[in-house]
């Protein structure tokens, strides 16, 4: 199925400030691209296949841009911690596990197989240290249909033995071997994935820097996330200016290749005023820092600087797997941070939420997360008669029932650039 | 179906500390009451009908403190006002909808399909200032097996002409219309449902207590949601000491029959303690408070205080009509309490939340939402096989991962005082 139309109401955000919607219309798909949207289809389309989800919304793809794959095991369980605490006690003994490779086929099948029936279609994913079962969580998010990024994990210090890489050279030489591996993958691609500044040692740090510089390896980590977290950073790095400066120091902030920070909860003016400077790209996860208590990210200031802001479920500091929840997830906080933080700053709307989850954070992975001309063919189909009321609720409102209340059996099908990944 | 046995995995908070359950094993009804629990059927009960619900969680029925019944229709949308503006633009046209006895039918029976079919076993609903509605909505409750509490509106004052009650003596006229023909229902009971005291006048204060007197009705109403709710209130009764001092001033703050205040987001410690004196429940409705932006309630202060406190949905300042997604509402916006309002309260634990949902609401309407000897049998039967995962989690951690991750869908059956609501 190369070329094809589905038919729908179809809604989407171009830009951030409102939804544009074409109920009961046609937007076609060809050689994955989107040709556009006609309320009737054009002469030159005749005979093209069409599937007929009149009643239904059609909208983009979702994109998170930040999961941990093998964290999805405890999702929703051992709420009650900060994050430091969280990673010792629940984070580091399930991660490594994963150098079993039946434990990690039994997992990952588990997360492979609920994010193909989700919204979402590009993922930036962090597996574990482990070559061999980052490269069969490749080999499963593939199958799934899924596009993106996936990346075994470096970390080389403050963290325990039984999860910890021996030293930078061998944490740097299996990343070499496993991006051999992997490297001409168009699916889900290699991403370079330190964990985060704490766990990996200078050197470490000094050697992923020019892997970047001679692969062109985009890079995936942690910013700014929890109080303690940036305090042992300083200590870390007494000689930074912020956390960031830390990660630029050793040329790893969007110095040599695209790069996505998650979190940015405590990331202050200078720290915002670098990343807009190398194009860094924020992964804002308001779940993940309500559960583990770390704080809201001043989102709306980044949106005001221009900075590139998606959306992340950070699986398992999240516990839903549901972009659209996310979204809902990232208006709530920023009406706390309204009322709490800062007044000035007033809170997200349901289309900036939207265009967050889509468009904002889809550029990370091309023309991706909309449906204008020449963009990836990314679609979603959402039932949206179960939510039901009295009332005759507009496309934007029924979008913006569908980001509060839809369920996942009400996902209808999903398209991937273009390919079918499933359909009810 | 007088006496039966469910068999399963069971699991409740007789106090909020921790959760207690008992794995495989028997809860027995007797007469709708619970007789209690056993890992084998003790002889007496030899013949009794089992219902076999193995590896199943069965936990007691949710009770759901404050729930607006015709808001229903717009749930899910509309989330960008606060308070005030927010009633009069989205909520008071539609309430007013209600005096049409056709569309009541119609926005009510989707609302409580979807209640019977929700977790949900108690509720106090609002209804609107309509009598014949307000019936026509609690025989529908009753046919959806609910038991709980709903009200007719009261408010004469600062709303809209088109819904708004005549003057305070037309408003107790029609309440005590409404009362006559409701009074000896168990099922649904009538309560008093003053809208809040912005909309009430002194005149109709008045003469509500002395149906409460008169009654012995219980009474629902909102407090401290909103700043610029409370900064009304002061200028509406510039001689109140506070907000709860007003209603106190009336004899309406628990004076005269047990009373629920929604909210109580900015109640201080005066208000807390006269609610304590007073016996007030709080319907803590947080998912509300984010999407209203009104702020975060101290719910450890009270709790520490020893004030009774329940949750809310608050539909449809909440959007979700799942009081499991309210229990983690709850522990979410508790560590933004600790993290930017006050680092001497700590979170709350998933027990507590759950008891709060359970046995701490659930006291405003009998000996509800426990399974020890004595409690009315309310259980909902839940199936969290559909939330798959390569561990083997405890039944503590089962039950915190149905809070956080459970759909409509996984609830199998529902029981309510011993009555059999519905199984799939």
Redesign the interface.
């Known amino acids: 199925m190369k070329n094809f139309a589905l038919k729908g109401d179809i809604i989407f955000t171009p830009t951030p400030e409102k939804f544009q919607s074409a109920q009961d219309s046609y937007i076609v798909c060809e050689d994955g691209m989107v040709s556009g949207i006609w309320k009737e289809l054009p002469e030159r389309f005749s005979g093209i296949r069409v599937l007929d989800y009149s009643g239904r919304l059609i909208f983009p793809g979702l994109c998170d841009l930040h999961i941990h794959a093998p964290q ?9 911690m900060e994050l430091l605490s969280w990673l010792e006690t629940y984070t580091f003994p ?1 991660e490594a596990k994963y150098g079993d490779l039946e ?1 990690a086929q ?2 990952y099948e ?1 997360f492979t ?2 994010l193909r029936k989700s919204a979402t279609s590009r993922v930036n994913v962090f597996a574990t240290i482990h070559g061999e079962a980052t490269v069969l969580l490749m080999d499963l998010l593939e199958k799934a249909g899924m596009r993106g990024f996936a990346g075994k994990v470096n970390m080389d210090r403050n963290c325990p033995d039984y999860y910890k890489e021996k030293d930078a050279d061998t944490s740097v030489q299996d990343t070499w071997s496993w991006y051999e591996s992997v490297k001409d993958r168009t699916g889900i691609r290699p991403i370079l994935s330190p964990r985060f500044l704490p766990t990996c040692s200078d050197r470490l740090m000094e050697q992923l820097k020019e892997v970047q510089k001679k692969t062109g390896l985009y890079m995936q980590t942690h910013l700014s996330e929890n109080p303690g977290e940036v305090e042992w950073v300083k200590e870390l790095a007494p000689w930074s200016e912020f956390y960031g400066d830390a990660y630029d120091h050793f040329g790893m902030f969007g110095n040599h290749g695209k790069t996505v920070m998650a979190h940015c909860v405590y990331s202050g003016k200078e720290e915002r005023d670098l990343m807009s400077k190398r194009g860094v790209y924020v992964a804002h996860c308001p779940q993940s820092n ?2 583990l ?4 990210a001043p989102v709306r200031a980044m949106m005001e600087e221009g900075l590139h802001v998606g959306l992340g479920t950070d699986m398992a500091g999240g ?2 797997l549901s972009i659209l929840r996310v979204m ?1 997830d990232a ?3 920023s ?2 941070y ?4 800062d007044q000035d700053k007033k ?1 997200l ?2 289309s900036e939420a939207f265009y967050l989850g889509t468009k904002g954070g889809g550029s990370f992975f091309g023309n991706v997360g909309s449906f204008e001309q020449g963009c990836e063919f990314d679609a979603v189909v959402l039932n949206d008669t179960p ?5 005759d ?1 507009d496309m934007e ?1 029924r979008m ?2 569908a ?3 839809s ?3 009400h996902i209808m099908a999903k398209y991937i650039h273009g390919q079918e990944v499933f359909r009810r």
Do not use: C, H
């Open positions: 999805y095991s405890f999702r929703g369980m051992g709420m009650d399930e434990y039994k997992a588990i197989n609920d309500l559960n208590s770390s704080g809201i516990a839903s809902t208006v709530q906080v009406k706390m309204w009322r709490y933080l809170p709307s349901a939510i039901k009321t009295a009332l609720p409102q913006e029932r980001m509060y209340l369920q996942n059996e």
